[in-house]
């Protein structure tokens, strides 16, 4: 067992080897929308009826639609997320106003374990015991390049701390969607789609339960964020996690046009996914599966479950090297249904993919 420094020091450099914008990535929104807000039917100047606050803030309207304007030394969230999902998408919008002052606060986030009433409210010296904290500025330096910073609180000890530049936000471009994507221990950061944090270690053994937006002091008293469009939703699990923990993983986000076998454009992020697990894992071989559901005839089914297995393999022998003889591919055809094919939804399940490790 290392010493608490060292582990520190250990996910510091994680921290920097998993961050940084110059990395591809696709952001991933979940599909089972757990709570959305646009403020809709909250009053123009009022402070929504479900959120808390201890602070103030009201509804503003900003280009014909309506924001939430946060007020500094405050927290606020929303009383209807009661439980954090293992894995979840977190998005929102923010923009700030004009020529927003580089010594002003900056948009902290705050995915932490509410366990008394007192937790309804976070300031940067609270130590929880449990917490991951990141926030966004559009003021990095004089030149207004924006940043970011993340925090991870374990058993009441800060056990990470970083930063990195956001040139997308700035003082020029003061509007941007921010996306969150946790997958059990794993925190990613998007912002309009570029990634710019991912951190395997981020979110702890913990019973995350609540999310904070908070505001320190703002530099002058004209500086504000305001966001909108916010969306909590249940995501897919982690593909490493799964494939690696389990030796399993079964996927339906591969998708095929019908009756062929050529990979649709919107499967690249779950392969590519599954392509750095066999490149960061060189000792293990797989085999690819691949099922339909129940139409057309059977054994032309048969033969097209296998091409697209096999496509999915030349996939990764393409994209990342990976050696044809640490693979094999299997046709199932409509054979092995998992839910009722006379359904829709049946079908839909039945039409997927599955990967095992070989032992």
Same mark, same amino acid.
């Given at each position: 067992?290392?010493?608490?420094?060292?582990?520190?020091?250990?996910?510091? $450099?994680?921290?920097?080897?998993?961050?940084?914008?110059?990395?591809?990535? !696709?952001?991933?929104?979940?599909?089972?929308?757990?709570?959305?807000?646009?403020?809709?039917?909250?009053?123009?100047?009022?402070?929504?009826?479900?959120? &808390?606050?201890?602070?103030?803030?009201?509804?503003?309207?900003?280009?014909?639609?309506?924001?939430?304007?946060?007020? #500094?030394?405050?927290?606020?969230?929303?009383?209807?997320?009661?439980?954090?999902?293992?894995?979840?998408?977190?998005?929102? *919008?923010?923009?700030?106003? #004009?020529?927003?002052?580089?010594?002003?606060?900056?948009?902290?986030?705050? &995915?932490?374990?509410?366990?008394?009433?007192?937790?309804?409210?976070?300031? $940067?010296?609270?130590?929880?015991?449990?917490?991951?904290?990141?926030?966004?500025?559009?003021?990095?330096?004089?030149?207004?390049?924006?940043?970011?910073?993340?925090?991870?609180?374990?058993?009441?000890?800060?056990?990470?701390? =970083?930063?990195?530049?956001?040139?997308?936000?700035?003082?020029?471009?003061?509007?941007?969607?921010?996306? /969150?994507?946790?997958?059990? +221990?794993?925190?990613?950061?998007?912002? #309009?789609?570029?990634?710019?944090?991912?951190?395997?270690?981020?979110?702890?053994?913990?019973?995350?339960? !609540?999310?904070?937006?908070?505001?320190? $002091?703002?530099?002058?008293?004209?500086?504000?964020?305001?966001?909108?469009?916010?969306?909590?939703?249940?995501?897919?699990? *982690?593909?490493?996690?799964?494939?690696?923990?389990?030796?399993? &993983?079964?996927?339906?986000?591969?998708?095929?046009?019908? =009756?062929?076998?050529? /990979?649709?454009?919107?499967?690249?992020?779950?392969?590519? *996914?599954?392509?750095?697990?066999?490149?960061? +894992?060189?000792?293990?071989?797989?085999?690819?599966?691949?099922?339909?559901?129940? *139409?057309?005839?059977? +054994?032309?089914?048969?033969?097209?479950?296998?091409?697209?297995?096999?496509?999915?393999?030349?996939? &990764?022998?393409?994209?990342?090297?990976?050696?044809?003889?640490?693979?094999?591919?299997?046709?199932?055809?409509?054979?092995?249904?998992?839910?009722?094919?006379?359904?829709?939804?049946?079908?839909?399940?039945?039409?997927?993919?599955?990967? +095992?490790?070989?032992?």
């Amino acid at each position: 067992m290392g010493t608490l420094k060292s582990k520190i020091v250990f996910l510091l $450099t994680l921290s920097f080897l998993f961050s940084g914008y110059a990395q591809e990535a !696709q952001f991933v929104s979940g599909k089972k929308i757990l709570f959305e807000e646009k403020f809709s039917k909250d009053i123009m100047g009022d402070f929504p009826v479900n959120w &808390f606050t201890n602070s103030s803030g009201e509804i503003a309207n900003i280009s014909s639609s309506k924001w939430l304007q946060l007020s #500094d030394k405050g927290s606020f969230y929303p009383m209807s997320i009661l439980k954090l999902p293992e894995n979840f998408t977190f998005e929102f *919008d923010v923009t700030t106003t #004009d020529n927003f002052n580089f010594y002003s606060t900056p948009l902290n986030v705050v &995915f932490t374990e509410k366990t008394t009433k007192a937790d309804n409210v976070w300031n $940067t010296t609270l130590k929880r015991k449990e917490a991951v904290i990141f926030n966004v500025h559009p003021a990095n330096s004089l030149s207004g390049t924006g940043r970011s910073e993340i925090f991870v609180i374990s058993e009441k000890k800060e056990i990470m701390k =970083n930063k990195v530049d956001i040139p997308v936000f700035n003082k020029n471009k003061n509007t941007v969607r921010v996306q /969150i994507w946790r997958q059990k +221990n794993r925190f990613r950061m998007f912002i #309009d789609g570029k990634k710019f944090w991912d951190l395997p270690t981020a979110f702890q053994e913990a019973n995350y339960n !609540q999310i904070i937006f908070f505001i320190g $002091t703002y530099k002058n008293t004209t500086d504000k964020f305001f966001i909108s469009n916010i969306k909590l939703a249940e995501a897919g699990s *982690d593909t490493r996690h799964k494939l690696i923990e389990t030796g399993t &993983f079964t996927t339906n986000e591969i998708l095929f046009d019908t =009756n062929k076998f050529s /990979i649709k454009p919107s499967s690249k992020t779950i392969l590519d *996914d599954l392509g750095k697990v066999l490149s960061e +894992n060189q000792n293990i071989k797989i085999s690819i599966a691949g099922h339909t559901d129940s *139409d057309g005839n059977d +054994n032309e089914n048969l033969k097209l479950s296998e091409k697209r297995a096999q496509s999915i393999s030349s996939y &990764f022998i393409a994209n990342f090297g990976i050696q044809k003889s640490r693979m094999t591919t299997l046709g199932k055809g409509e054979l092995e249904p998992i839910a009722d094919n006379k359904l829709e939804e049946g079908k839909k399940q039945n039409r997927r993919v599955e990967f +095992n490790i070989i032992k």
